[in-house]
């Protein structure tokens, strides 16, 4: 088939291209700052001018883009998109209910808040990853000098982009109930309830303070908004400096992101790596691979728990409720249900170098068999194109 890939720079892209590829489609890209544009001339004409010059079987994009659902209601041709990210706030546009419309969400949660909108084209579908790309890589000397370390965490701290610290007005009694709701979510895993305990005389007030921006397209969820956008974000920066900053004063502790680590006693940041060259090579080396999964992500599975799997590395996960859907939980992956009993945890498998192995193969393997962009994929046409 011929595709129309409409990138916007997701890490996720290349890997998805280059399974369609060896799949035997054809795929054009077209780049362009499609990401949170719900209508745009100029994102329009980018689409109508590949559209005018070639024939397209679908086109293609990682997250929902309203404005790539629109031109294709035009030109009646099938949209597919497989949502990676939560929170995805593009799907709040009435665009979602567009008959072309193939949506696969990872978070049964998400799915569930939004399938009602168009049963027909909205699916629930997890993530995946690039085994193949992954396996290329070979392993040196110098590698497992400089990436080796006892436990290991690739990914945002978020507390650069918390917009909750920038919500200014609110009074002490609403900031300190917020805090003090927030304060309580990072104490739980598996339970979300962040978005129950906002009160209409809350959500009133933040919505007044926050003054965000709406397209005139999009449904009024302001609990939803408050939550994804301010609380969740704000909940997963605190998680995930005090994780940096516990595990940094006990363990050889390894932290790549692009967050300012200033203001963090004890940890040194490594930077940002590349995403289909470095970062598979720091999951294979590192005893211990960290996913912290954001609040904003109730049930699902984020990417990271199938990239470390996928590249052969050894996973030390928070609960997600669908993780036993997919994983044996001490066979594929282990969890973790507290900071007390992450430490445990880590310091019960730093001593157990071939059980770690044993289970990090176990891993690779499931992930391999089941949840490899090809094999995605190609469930993911099915579903769409024979609907």
Not at 53 to 69: E, G, K
Not at 82 to 94: A, K
Not at 151 to 167: A, C, E, I, K, R
Not at 285 to 310: A, M, Q, V, W, Y
């Amino acid at each position: 088939m011929n595709i129309l890939f409409c990138k916007w720079t997701n890490s996720c892209e290349y890997g998805i291209e280059q399974a369609f590829q060896t799949m035997g489609h054809t795929v054009t890209s077209v780049t362009h700052s499609f990401s949170n544009v719900s209508h745009s001339v100029e994102s329009m004409l980018v689409l109508q001018s590949a559209l005018d010059h070639n024939r397209f079987d679908f086109l293609f994009s990682t997250n929902y883009l309203p404005v790539v659902s629109k031109v294709c209601n035009i030109y009646h041709i099938p949209y597919i998109c497989w949502v990676t990210d939560s929170p995805c706030l593009t799907l709040y546009s009435d665009s979602i209910r567009n008959s072309c419309n193939h949506i696969f969400i990872f978070d049964y949660a998400l799915y569930k808040s939004v399938v009602d909108y168009h049963p027909a084209g909205i699916h629930y579908f997890p993530l995946a990853t690039c085994t193949d790309l992954w396996d290329r890589i070979a392993l040196t000397e110098q590698d497992w000098e400089q990436y080796s370390c006892d436990v290991s965490f690739v990914g945002s701290l978020y507390n650069q982009s918390s917009p909750y610290d920038t919500v200014e007005g609110l009074s002490p009694y609403t900031r300190a109930y917020l805090d003090g709701l927030i304060d309580a979510q990072l104490h739980v895993y598996g339970c979300h309830f962040l978005q129950e305990c906002l009160t209409p005389e809350i959500i009133q007030e933040f919505k007044t303070c926050a003054n965000w921006i709406w397209y005139p397209d999009y449904r009024t969820e302001d609990a939803a908004v408050i939550e994804n956008s301010y609380l969740s974000k704000r909940c997963a920066a605190l998680e995930r400096c005090q994780i940096a900053q516990r595990l940094s004063a006990s363990f050889q502790f390894h932290l790549y992101t692009n967050s300012d680590v200033s203001g963090l006693q004890g940890v040194q940041n490594l930077g940002t790596v590349d995403y289909y060259d470095t970062m598979p090579r720091i999951f294979r080396c590192s005893s211990i691979n960290l996913n912290i999964t954001s609040k904003s992500i109730h049930t699902g599975l984020p990417l990271r728990i199938f990239d470390i799997l996928g590249a052969g590395g050894f996973l030390l996960t928070n609960y997600q409720e669908e993780l036993p859907n997919y994983f044996e939980i001490g066979t594929d992956l282990d969890i973790y249900e507290s900071m007390d009993d992450l430490e445990d945890k880590i310091r019960y498998y730093l001593e157990r170098p071939e059980l770690r192995q044993e289970i990090a193969r176990n891993g690779r393997e499931k992930v391999r068999q089941s949840f490899q962009y090809t094999t995605a994929l190609a469930q993911i046409l099915a579903i769409s194109l024979e609907a």
